[in-house]
């Protein structure tokens, strides 16, 4: 068909990822363009001169900046494996699950890493609180888009390898199985998908750069 795609995305960026799903998904082909945060390109900032991060999807020349915004773009655009359901309600309640994930349950899971003693109890109290809406979303379901990744899966996918890597740096259980069975078997099935686990970044890599000091 003659059209131009390209991504702006850096090799770790959770956001950036949704995108690269949600192409491999559609079978649309791109060319990825890294980009290094502490030396933006002269396109990042042509592209996205508001905000100056990613993603940033380039359609035929034509930048969308913001991951919920470019989904939405894509799946207008190329109308096969829909994300969205079709029906408005689903539509809507799958956006505010997507920005649920952003707003409370990803700052939430930062809070529990990056918190020392009785703040990081507290932390890990109101991450639970916030998985627990999620684990009831997801019961009876392997995903959230029903049988198949959808919207919502692709939002709140850096839980199913982000989690994992701060239990680890930490040495505190986030997501325990026994507790969020229907989540917890989420991020395995997620995690496992053939599109979803050959994009994943290196995870040594992700280790060192949040054992790092910001």
């Known amino acids: 068909m003659g059209e131009e795609v390209k991504l702006f995305r850096t090799w770790s960026s959770r ?4 995108i690269v799903w949600a192409l491999e998904i559609k079978g649309i082909e791109y060319e990825a363009v890294f980009e290094d945060l502490s030396n933006k390109s002269a396109l990042l900032l042509q592209y996205n001169p508001v905000h100056k991060k990613v993603p940033i999807l380039v359609h035929n020349g034509r930048p969308v900046a913001e991951s919920f915004v470019i989904l939405e773009y894509i799946d207008e655009t190329w109308k096969q494996t829909p994300l969205l359901p079709e029906d408005p309600y ?8 997507a920005k649920f994930g ?4 990803l700052t939430s899971v930062w809070n529990v890493f990056i918190k020392q003693g009785k703040e990081q ?5 109101a991450a639970t609180e916030n998985l627990k809406f999620l684990e009831e979303e997801m019961k009876g379901k392997k995903f959230f888009g029903g049988d ?7 939002a709140l996918g850096f839980l199913a ?8 740096i930490i040495g505190l259980k986030i997501v325990d199985e026994e507790k969020f069975p229907s989540l917890y078997s989420w991020m395995q099935d997620f995690a496992e998908a053939p599109i ?10 992700m280790i060192v750069k949040f054992q790092s000091p910001s």
Do not use: C, H, Q, T
Request: glycine share 4%; proline share 4%; charged share 35%.
């Open 15 to 18: 956001f950036a990822l949704r």
């Open 90 to 97: 689903e539509r809507a309640m799958a956006r505010f699950w």
């Open 102 to 105: 952003d707003d409370k349950v």
């Open 121 to 125: 109890e507290e932390a890990l109290v």
């Open 148 to 154: 198949r990744i959808g919207y919502v899966d692709l």
């Open 161 to 168: 390898n982000l989690i994992s890597i701060f239990e680890e």
């Open 196 to 205: 979803i686990r050959g994009n994943w970044p290196p995870r040594d890599k």
